[in-house]
């Protein structure tokens, strides 16, 4: 049964830093891995997709990358700022669904 | 483009009463469908999931169902909300037959009261 795990559950920085969120996942076997942001009370937005075949993704001062081997996924946040706050979620697909970490709540403070 | 619509935003009902979510999309054929909940301080947690028309996968044993009565629409019901219901619950779909991410709705926050 594939379990997925994000730490830290929480992190606060200073504006400006570089920061890296970790996710790790117990079955190699997955399509693709998905790092999410939820803002207090609202849906899920798509930050990043990565395919099981690539290593990582950017969009923008994001960076996501991807080692299926170890079971682990990395999200580098580059310059962080106030408008980063926000629980950051990672999720792995299998056949049909995907399974959700519990979150790392990040918050950047001016 | 593709859009996923979910409604009602918030809804407050008392315990007992039946419960009715809707999710549509637009611009898509044939997607995979899910429904997740999310309580208080706790992850996401997958609810079911429709491959298609009817097709309908159940993950957890609990007080709700859904139906896929067309393509785009996939509905949550509960016959009778319990306080344990409560909760943040999430819409979202996916194209099938391949690796392809997930589009998330906006939410629905309900309170069993």
């Known amino acids: 049964k594939q379990e997925v795990t994000q730490i830290p559950a929480a992190l606060s920085v200073p504006e400006g830093e570089n920061l890296v969120l970790n996710c790790s996942f117990t079955d190699s076997a997955i399509y693709n891995l998905q790092w999410f942001r939820q803002d207090p009370g609202k849906g899920l937005t798509s930050l990043l997709l990565?395919?099981?075949?690539?290593r990582e993704q950017t969009s923008g001062r994001l960076n996501a990358s991807l080692d299926k081997s170890s079971g682990r996924s990395t999200l580098y946040i580059a310059a962080s700022q106030p408008g980063d706050s926000a629980t950051y979620l990672c999720?792995?697909?299998?056949?049909?669904?995907?399974?959700f970490g519990t979150g790392t709540r990040l918050k950047v403070l001016a | 483009s593709q859009t996923i619509h979910q409604w009602p935003a918030t809804l407050v009902q008392p315990v007992g009463s039946p419960l009715s979510l809707e999710c549509t999309v637009e611009?898509?054929?044939?997607?995979?469908l899910y429904w997740y909940r999310q309580a208080a301080g706790r992850g996401l947690q997958l609810l079911f999931y429709?491959?298609?028309?009817?097709?309908i996968s159940s993950e957890v044993p609990q007080n709700l169902s859904a139906s896929r009565p067309q393509d785009r629409q996939f509905i949550l019901s509960s016959k009778k909300l319990l306080l344990s219901d409560s909760g943040f619950y999430l819409c979202a779909w996916s194209t099938p037959g391949g690796p392809y991410g997930y589009t998330f709705g906006s939410g629905t926050r309900l309170t069993v009261v």
């Open positions: 611009g898509t054929s044939n997607p995979n």
């Open positions: 990565i395919q099981s075949s690539q």
């Open positions: 999720a792995v697909r299998g056949t049909y669904k995907y399974i």
């Open positions: 429709s491959v298609g028309i009817g097709q």
